[in-house]
């Protein structure tokens, strides 16, 4: 039915397309973390009460940083680590300064994130700001 000449043509492409699988797997199907650059809003709530604040991200990859604080005038720095859905980020507080948490885990999903900040001591949630 085929010739030989046609079938290493065809193993010879299959082959090729197995080296850049960017061509053959659409884009949509391919593994990609979620994005979380941007400006949020912020609410923590513990058994004490509940805070209010905003937050900017920069993402580069699945490299998070920016800032959290009560409000963009008093930041306190972040970094993160994002894979898949998970965020983690922990805070990187000044000399003198107290934060809401050290360390947070959140799921990301579109423009909402929740999740415990350090380790089940309160729940987070962020909600992408709109310009």
Do not use: H, Y
């Amino acid at each position: 039915m085929f010739g030989s000449k046609a079938i290493r043509v065809a193993v010879a492409l299959v082959a090729v397309l197995l080296q850049f699988p960017q061509f053959v797997i659409p884009a949509a199907a391919q593994a990609t973390s979620a994005a979380v650059a941007g400006n949020w809003r912020v609410t923590i709530s513990t058994p004490d009460g509940t805070i209010s604040g905003v937050a900017s991200f920069k993402q580069a990859g699945n490299v998070v940083t920016g800032w959290v604080g009560p409000s963009e005038d008093d930041p306190i720095p972040i970094d993160g680590i994002l894979k898949d859905n998970k965020l983690t980020i922990k805070t990187s507080p000044q000399p003198g300064r107290t934060v809401a948490f050290s360390k947070c885990d959140l799921t990301v999903n579109g423009d909402k994130m929740v999740g415990t900040i350090d380790t089940n001591k309160g729940t987070i949630e962020l909600v992408r700001r709109t310009p």
